[in-house]
């Protein structure tokens, strides 16, 4: 059983941040800045319900709840990963689209020439690329600083 397959998230609209770090940890996290705290409770069985609003912890009667404390993003990413008991094999970094939540895949480095600058299509090899939004990536310099991030996580 594939771990990752499990932990599967809808984000309250407070917590964008949490949202975006789930997504870089390649976890499929449904999240949306207009949708309110009590209608995210209707976004499906199977997803582990991510809050800091205390009244919908308390109407809540799903399990699957996590209730955030923390208003730092690096706490909250601590929270979660603690209280669900994440290793770091359940991970899959870098595999999603942070933006629309969307496997990514490599990509034809020609393909991609007009759509990234030119330093950065000469200076890379590896590009990857969202099916849904578009959106491309290369390993770069916030890579290497989200891997720290990543490592100090799991500490
Ligand atoms: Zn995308």
Not at 31 to 59: C, F, H, N, Q
Request: charged share 30%; glycine share 4%.
């Amino acid at each position: 059983m594939d771990r990752a397959n499990e932990m599967r998230f809808a984000v309250e609209n407070t917590l964008g941040k949490l949202a975006k770090w789930l997504r870089i940890l390649g976890f499929d996290t449904f999240y949306k800045p207009d949708l309110s705290a009590e209608k995210l409770m209707d976004m499906g069985p199977g997803r582990i319900l991510l809050t800091r609003t205390a009244r919908i912890r308390d109407v809540n009667t799903s399990p699957k709840l996590v209730f955030i404390t923390s208003d730092n993003p690096f706490e909250q990413l601590r929270e979660v990963i603690e209280t669900l008991g994440i290793a770091p094999k359940d991970a899959r970094p870098f595999s999603r689209c942070v933006r629309c939540n969307t496997m990514i895949r490599e990509v034809d480095k020609d393909s991609i020439r007009k759509r990234v600058p030119d330093y950065i299509w000469e200076t890379h090899d590896t590009f990857r690329s969202c099916s849904q939004c578009g959106r491309i990536y290369w390993p770069g310099s916030h890579t290497q600083r989200s891997r720290d991030i990543i490592k100090r996580l799991f500490k």
